[in-house]
């Protein structure tokens, strides 16, 4: 069912953005996921977030894992460069390419499976070396292609669909973002497109490590009463510390919050996050502050949601490697191979 495509009949009164695409240029192929799926709502927020953003769709490289959410990119962005890894391998196929070509922008689409179980050690090093990415976590806290056994990230005393409780403590994919070093830090809700476009939409154009975890309900193995990856289950236990609004330069801002409910917070090329802080004492900027509030609301049930931790002067790997400016993958022989002695000179300043 996945090589069925769209029609690709577009209607001439499609609006186009700055680069002449309309939405219908950044979908896929038809979903052959269950009705209802919240990744489905995630690839929707991909699309609208790459047409605003006003990105070619050739510039974006899209790679994925195995599972749900990794068949999830067929579905989204036909026209960009694809490559669908083996199980929780992702992240390192992503470096390599993102070191040979730098000029692409890199979004990772996993799932709480494919990271948090087989590919946590490459999630992990993604995060601490800065690889420079917009690293997309669909977690719905089962294995849905295996028929809804428990997930590492499952909570503690969550039950099954079978009635069945889980005994083994989660895995936080968030928590282990901020202390791993990941730049942009996020998490949201695939029924909340309100709040999860424009966290795509700064992930998209952060400078380093950008990963937003979106607790994502499977609906044929973990939406019933005593999951607490339901749909019931976030909406009523949502705790949002943010709202924000993702500006590009140039752009006209307007606000109509009182003094003090607005912080802009600049990104390394120009552009702009805007924070509507809803709890006064929660501070973005604090990594280890961050920490501190989700596990104490996370004590309480509560799944807190928004941008969780953003440095705005972020770098990547180019920058700790000190590669050159120009992508590797268009060096020339002569640059590759520059001759004996250079090489020996290298190798005399590793002596």
């Known amino acids: 069912m996945t090589f069925i495509t769209k029609p690709r009949l577009h209607h001439p009164t499609l609006h186009t953005n700055k680069v002449g695409y309309t939405r219908r240029d950044y979908e896929g192929r038809i979903s052959t996921l269950c009705a209802g799926c919240g990744h489905d709502s995630i690839s929707a927020a991909i699309i609208q977030a790459c047409w605003e953003?006003?990105?070619?769709?050739?510039r974006?490289?899209?790679l994925s894992g195995i599972g749900c959410s990794s068949k999830t990119p067929d579905y989204?962005?036909?026209?960009?460069?694809g490559f669908n890894t083996v199980h929780g391998?992702?992240?390192?196929?992503?470096?390599?390419?993102?070191?040979?070509?730098?000029?692409?922008l890199y979004l990772g689409v996993s799932g709480d499976g494919d990271s948090a179980s087989i590919g946590l050690g490459q999630f992990a090093n993604a995060m601490r070396r800065g690889v420079r990415m917009?690293?997309?976590?669909?977690?719905n806290g089962v294995y849905g292609l295996t028929k809804?056994?428990?997930?590492?990230?499952?909570?503690?005393?969550?039950?099954?669909?079978?009635?069945?409780?889980?005994?083994?403590?989660?895995?936080?994919?968030?928590?282990?973002?901020l202390q791993l070093g990941a730049t942009f830090v996020a998490r949201s809700f695939s029924g909340d497109k309100e709040q999860l476009v424009p966290l795509i939409k700064g992930?998209?154009?952060?400078?380093?490590a950008a990963f937003i975890d979106v607790i994502s309900p499977c609906v044929t193995f973990n939406n019933h009463s005593g999951s607490t990856k339901s749909y019931d289950y976030v909406r009523h236990h949502n705790e949002a510390v943010s709202r924000i609004d993702f500006m590009t330069p140039g752009s006209e801002v307007t606000a109509t919050y009182a003094p003090g409910e607005v912080v802009e917070v600049p990104q390394h090329d120009g552009t702009m996050l805007r924070l509507r802080k809803l709890h006064a004492d929660y501070d973005p900027t604090d990594r280890y502050a961050a920490m501190n509030y989700m596990q104490k609301h996370g004590e309480r049930g509560e799944v807190v949601t928004g941008l969780l931790y953003l440095d705005s002067l972020a770098t990547d790997l180019h920058t700790s490697l000190n590669t050159c400016a120009a992508p590797l993958n268009s060096l020339g022989l002569a640059q590759l191979c520059p001759g004996s002695s250079v090489l020996d000179k290298v190798n005399a300043?590793?002596?």
């Open 76 to 81: 989204f962005l036909g026209a960009s460069h």
């Open 60 to 62: 974006v490289a899209k």
């Open 349 to 351: 300043a590793l002596r």
């Open 89 to 104: 391998r992702m992240p390192s196929v992503l470096t390599g390419a993102n070191l040979a070509n730098r000029s692409l």
């Open 203 to 208: 992930a998209m154009a952060h400078g380093g």
């Open 148 to 177: 809804g056994q428990f997930s590492a990230t499952a909570d503690l005393g969550s039950k099954s669909k079978k009635g069945v409780v889980n005994s083994d403590s989660p895995v936080d994919l968030v928590g282990l973002a």
């Open 134 to 139: 917009a690293y997309i976590v669909e977690n």
């Open 53 to 58: 953003l006003d990105i070619e769709p050739h």
